[in-house]
């Protein structure tokens, strides 16, 4: 079904859909309880109207409009108007009759997704939203009104609302009203009028949407509950960690405590946002100071994370005891990375809950994902040079250690590539949030992904009581393990080529002044 020009703008409308998010952002606009603070109406064809909001909810579990008290909404699925006013312009007040009852319409028109081409006269051959003297003519819809053809096997929807204003008052309001929902969908809402005299009409109040469960949004519902789960996944391998870290205190390094505080960070993280989640279910807001927390949560983790990726594929510990000159650069892209992720995580969390077209969202993705491809590559490129410097060396343990985690961190990059492409497909073939249901995934893959990640990085960098396979050793300098000096050297004695043996260690002391000053 072909979706109505009207129903998100023109083609092309990206940039307006970014700046409508910086300015939601900015008026702060809160989550289930849509608030409207005299906001204006848009032209569009020969009407004007006002975008009140859209979510996918599920469908009653209790089916009973009969009353409509929060003592009485437990299982309900609905939206609800609250003190919704429109107010007029002095102008237009003043070209009305005094003792007119009905002098100026405004209608609130609730819609499913899948419904959309039923809003306007397509059906009647024309790309107009509201009902003219000629379109009249055929009974089809009443001049004056918004064009609405309603489904047949459901008469009630698309569902209109209408308020009138009376006389020369410059105030209409809409009487509180609960309209439940029967069947589970994205539904979206807007306000409209077709009287031009309206214009500069503005629209205050809000509307509550609530699920079953709570006024958490249908996309997010899922993502509370592996949010908790998470929390749990990380509690255990931070147990699993803290025992093993106990256990062999003596032998800890440096890299330890890094691991141990991205572990620390995971948990609260997952903590932090399945209270906030819990926190907007029951509310119907997100404050300000709980999520700006998740948000800063979130991002440090994401930054530390990385980092950890990268010092590690450095060698950091294993094969170098500092990062040297390098660590200003390390030190500044992370910085980068967190403002960057900062920024884009408080535009998603901290914005109107609206699901808006994922063509917004790439203007704000793109410098996180430079920042995450610089990262990719500076950690291959830091891993090759790893590898061939241990092949060097003959350190087999240490070799076989960074090729175990070589070849996760590759299985995770086709993995996170093959992901990118699937949210890209997603996001272009359902510009409308039609399969809501399904998109708590795209982030929960990541989340998961990560995990998995730190946990191959607890098992091969784990504590234990011969440090001496991944640590650092200036001593030895870094060079063999037992059983690469014992064979060398016995290679070496048998050929009886003591000037190769010489060249050989000249060349690892070389190497190990090099890492002394990187």
Not at 164 to 181: D, Q, R, T
Not at 483 to 502: F, Q, Y
Request: proline share 3%.
């Amino acid at each position: 079904m072909e979706r109505p020009r009207w129903f998100w703008g023109e083609e092309g409308s990206s940039l307006g859909f970014f700046i409508v998010g910086l300015i939601l952002i900015i008026n702060g606009c809160s989550a289930s309880i849509h608030e409207y603070r005299n906001e204006a109406f848009t032209p569009q064809s020969n009407a004007f109207f006002f975008h009140g909001g859209s979510e996918g909810l599920y469908a009653s579990k209790v089916v009973d409009s009969s009353s409509s008290s929060d003592t009485h909404v437990k299982g309900k699925s609905f939206i609800r108007f609250e003190s919704v006013t429109f107010v007029r312009t002095k102008e237009s007040a003043n070209k009305q009759n005094e003792m007119q009852q009905s002098a100026g319409l405004v209608e609130a028109i609730i819609l499913e997704v899948k419904d959309r081409a039923r809003i306007g006269a397509s059906f009647l051959k024309s790309d107009l939203i509201c009902c003219t003297g000629n379109l009249s003519k055929d009974g089809q819809c009443k001049a004056g009104e918004v064009v609405i053809h309603k489904n047949p096997d459901n008469p009630e929807w698309p569902r209109r609302i209408q308020t009138f204003f009376n006389g020369k008052n410059e105030e209409a309001k809409m009487e509180p009203e609960m309209v439940e929902i029967k069947s589970s969908g994205m539904y979206y809402l807007y306000f409209m009028f077709c009287n031009p005299d309206l214009k500069g009409t503005l629209i205050k109040g809000r509307t509550d949407w609530r699920n079953p469960y709570g006024y958490l949004p249908g996309k997010m519902a899922p993502l509370m509950t592996f949010y908790g789960l998470m929390s749990l996944a990380y509690l255990v391998l931070g147990l699993a960690w803290f025992l093993r870290f106990v256990q062999f205190w003596k032998d800890i390094i440096q890299l330890h405590y890094h691991i141990t505080a991205v572990i620390a960070l995971g948990m609260c993280e997952m903590a932090v946002w399945y209270f906030e989640y819990v926190n907007f279910n029951s509310t119907g807001t997100r404050p300000m100071g709980i999520t700006l927390w998740a948000v800063t949560f979130s991002s440090v983790k994401k930054t530390l994370s990385r980092l950890l990726l990268l010092v590690v594929s450095m060698g950091f510990g294993v094969v170098k005891p500092t990062l040297g000159g390098i660590t200003p650069k390390v030190f500044l892209l992370g910085v980068v990375y967190f403002m960057a992720s900062e920024a884009l995580e408080l535009i998603e969390n901290l914005g109107n809950i609206n699901d808006f077209s994922g063509k917004a969202k790439l203007f704000l993705v793109l410098p996180v994902a430079f920042l995450d491809s610089c990262f990719i590559l500076w950690i291959f490129s830091s891993l090759s040079k790893t590898l061939e410097k241990l092949q060097i060396r003959r350190n087999m343990a240490k070799l076989e250690l960074y090729r175990k985690f070589t070849n996760s961190l590759a299985v995770s990059v086709l993995l996170s590539v093959a992901w990118i492409g699937f949210e890209l497909y997603f996001n272009a073939t359902d510009p409308l949030s039609e399969f809501w249901q399904i998109a708590w995934v795209i982030p929960a893959f990541w989340t998961l992904l990560a995990y998995a990640l730190l946990a191959v990085i607890c098992v091969l960098w784990a504590p234990s009581s011969n440090p001496t396979r991944y640590a650092y050793s200036e001593e030895t300098g870094d060079d063999f393990d037992e059983e690469g000096v014992s064979l060398t050297s016995g290679a070496l004695k048998v050929s009886g080529d003591t000037a190769a043996m010489r060249e050989f260690n000249n060349g690892l002391a070389e190497d190990l002044e090099e890492d002394k000053r990187e």
